[in-house]
């Protein structure tokens, strides 16, 4: 047990009653049509029900006994089309599912069925999980239909292997040995996908490399699309800005210049030639010394548009983002998405994104959402989540994502009124966009458990389950992953749920409490680097830890309210009446919009001085690391030993880097508060000057820390 399988392990059930239950019920296996995707259907079920009920389920041409399970489309199968599931099949689409206990010729059957093909293998998935949890077969009803068009992953992969914020090893894609040799990988990578929904991957980083246009890269590329093809993943790439210039010979990369809107017109066809279902480009520009459109003056739709042109004839779209640094420090970092894209809302063609981060700044532990949800009604918005966790402990630490998803996607815009939630802007409800899509920053990686750490397999599962349907709750998705992933024991599933329910709680307190952000070390941004800042670095002020805190003599924090940067201006106004007033802002973003002083007692610090709070906040996040391997140690026995051993190394590198980063910030924070540490709480293991003196070596890939306390 590795963690190789992921959530599709498909181990034997072991509560007696299920298996008897799921043996009656699942007698045979009933798949017409030939199509590469209804075979990727029937070798999963046949694999997953073998695995499951602990004998091979026998194929058959029709059903001819009770228990037959029946998958398919009306169009691949006789027997779907006689059914009469027409109403229920409209009603879930093109991608959707239905899941039935039925009768078919007077016998007891279940029914996959679906639309498309992709549809009926994400409905044999859905069965499957339906046995894996442990669920009843009886009267099984269900019907589901994405919420979201495009499902993304986007890998941050270089053409040398290299992954960037990648945690898990190297890229999954060898370009050196591609396209002639396979990978049984590249086939798993596209299944596990596949069981949870997620229909495109951008294979490359977004500070792009032309390269990957050539036709020794393209040829590649297209090799990988023919094995995601079967499983519904459809291949995306980053176009680089300037590859006219670096691939094409051109002087320039102008958008509005006729000659790089033909080279780019023509690098299109080519690629469709190759790869007819070709999704598109996702493209960083004129952000962190990416080439883009302003080099020539022009504007980002401008730039998007390009794009979208060219691809529109085949069906592909542009997805543009909206991490943008401007050449100039400005005021206020976080407003500068807003302020350079809301004013094109309008302008974009009509199959270009445009995609935003999650919230203003830079995936940090907890951000406010990002104003542009909400602020731009004619341009169909992307979310892009960051599921490699490079600000929430990379890959040793165990931090549940599926809660920041959640509390991201039901954050309330009220760009239209109450109940105009994120997760109804990005699906297109709110403003009614004819096109919808989802990122996620991959965490994928060729270590053997994919993704670093068990726990993080738990993020790509939850990003997929909520970009099928950014309403779910998190926790449900936990309990699905928990009992897929490890085990049914209803003690070991209870008290694990709980654990990772808190644990993205846990990383906000001992890293960044009560709306702090960005204090991390530099360039590689693991532990803590409060002191980083003033006219001593070389960075850019706007990268620093200190132009974001903001501590003083007098307090601590970043007034963004109108005596401040007022980027609070950038969200509705009855937020901006709630976060802007001290007595009414809630904790998770004080900071965030407010200089407090070091005494103030305000709701938000439950009437504690703010030292205090903040104190305390720190230490609750070391304390909540300690209950996790509490609850951790307890399971020892319900699991395997090896995933078992290996969550409990990780999680004791957690605690030890939680006390790192609260006696770091705590003695920095110190430094200018000037009060003590209650001696209720433990007190630091070492004075400020051992903190700032740890070093990591390496820039931007994970760093050992040796000396760490
Ligand atoms: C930052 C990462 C950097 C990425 C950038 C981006 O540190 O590596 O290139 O985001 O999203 O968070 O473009």
Redesign the pocket.
């Given at each position: 047990e590795d963690g190789y399988d992921l959530w599709l392990r498909y181990r034997p059930v072991t509560d007696a009653a299920r298996l008897a239950e799921y043996r009656a019920a699942v007698t045979q296996l009933v798949v017409d049509g030939d199509s590469p995707t209804l075979r990727a259907a029937r070798d999963e079920l046949r694999t997953g029900l073998r695995g499951l009920l602990g004998a091979d389920v026998p194929l058959s041409a029709s059903a001819t006994r009770d228990g037959a399970v029946i998958v398919g489309t009306p169009a691949s199968s006789r027997t779907i089309g006689a059914l009469g599931l027409g109403d229920a099949l409209r009603a879930v689409g093109r991608e959707g599912y239905v899941v039935r206990a039925t009768r078919v010729g007077g016998r007891r059957a279940i029914v996959v069925a679906a639309n498309s093909d992709v549809g009926a293998l994400y409905g044999a998935f859905r069965f499957l999980r339906q046995l894996q949890t442990y669920g009843t077969l009886a009267n099984l009803a269900v019907a589901s239909a994405p919420k979201i068009q495009l499902r993304l992953l986007n890998h941050?992969d270089n053409l040398n292997r290299s992954v960037?914020?990648g945690y898990a090893g190297h890229s999954l894609w060898a370009w050196d040995t591609l396209p002639d040799a396979s990978n049984p990988r590249y086939r798993d990578y596209a299944r596990a996908n596949a069981s949870i929904g997620i229909n495109g991957a951008v294979l490359t980083n977004?500070?792009a490399n032309a390269r990957i246009l050539t036709p020794e890269y393209l040829a590649k590329v297209a090799a990988l699309a023919n094995v995601f093809r079967p499983y519904g993943v459809r291949v995306y790439l980053t176009a680089r800005f300037s590859a006219p210039i670096e691939i094409g010979g051109l002087k320039t990369a102008d958008p509005l210049d006729p000659a790089v809107r033909a080279w780019w017109k023509a690098k299109i066809d080519s690629i469709y030639a190759l790869i007819p279902d070709f999704g598109g480009f996702t493209v960083?520009a004129n952000?962190?010394g990416q080439p883009g459109p302003q080099d020539y003056h022009r504007t980002h739709a401008d730039g998007a548009n390009m794009f979208a042109e060219a691809l529109a004839p085949h069906g592909g779209v542009v997805m543009w983002?909206a991490?943008v640094y401007s050449n100039e420090v400005p005021v206020d970092r976080v407003k500068q998405a807003y302020t350079e894209f809301k004013p094109l809302d309008g302008q974009f063609r009509d199959n270009a994104f445009v995609q935003v981060?999650n919230g203003p700044l830079?995936?940090q532990p907890r951000e406010p959402f990002s104003p542009l949800f909400g602020a731009m009604p004619k341009t169909p918005l992307m979310m892009e989540f960051?599921v490699t966790k490079?600000y929430l402990g990379q890959d040793t630490h165990l931090v549940y994502l599926g809660q920041e998803f959640e509390e991201v996607l039901r954050s309330d815009t009220w760009a239209k009124g109450k109940g105009s939630t994120v997760a109804k802007v990005i699906d297109g409800s709110l403003h009614g966009y004819a096109r919808t899509g989802i990122a996620g920053v991959s965490n994928i990686g060729d270590d053997r458990n994919w993704t670093g750490s068990q726990f993080n397999q738990a993020n790509w599962y939850a990003y997929g389950r909520l970009a099928w349907d950014p309403e779910m709750s998190a926790s449900d998705i936990a309990d699905d992953w928990l009992r897929m992933t490890f085990t049914n024991d209803p003690s070991f599933v209870r008290a694990v749920k709980a654990m990772m329910k808190t644990s993205r709680e846990a990383v906000v307190n001992y890293m960044t409490p009560l709306g702090l952000a960005h204090i991390m070390a530099t360039g590689h941004?693991y532990g803590p680097g409060p002191w980083v800042g003033g006219p001593n670095t070389r960075m850019r002020a706007d990268q620093t830890p200190t132009y974001f805190h903001r501590a003083d003599s007098l307090g601590l924090g970043f007034d963004r309210t109108a005596t401040g940067s007022n980027a609070l201006e950038q969200y509705a106004p009855p937020i901006r009446a709630r976060w802007g007033n001290q007595r009414t802002v809630p904790d998770s973003v004080l900071l965030w919009f407010h200089h407090v002083g070091w005494t103030e007692r305000l709701p938000a610090t439950h009437g504690r001085p703010l030292w205090d709070e903040l104190v305390a906040r720190y230490n609750a996040g070391v304390d909540s690391v300690r209950a996790m391997q509490r609850t951790w140690d307890a399971q020892r026995g319900k699991v395997d030993d090896e995933r078992f051993r290996d969550v409990q190394s990780f999680l004791a590198i957690q605690e030890k880097e939680a006390r790192w980063w609260r006696d770091a910030a705590l003695t920095y924070f110190q430094s200018f508060s000037h009060l003590p540490i209650p001696a209720r709480y433990e007190q630091p293991a070492h004075p400020l000057q051992y903190y700032l003196q740890v070093r990591c070596p390496a820039n931007?890939d994970k760093p050992r820390c040796d000396n760490v306390p």
């Open positions: 941050w960037e914020r977004v500070n960083k952000s962190e983002r991490f981060k830079d995936f960051q490079e941004h931007r």
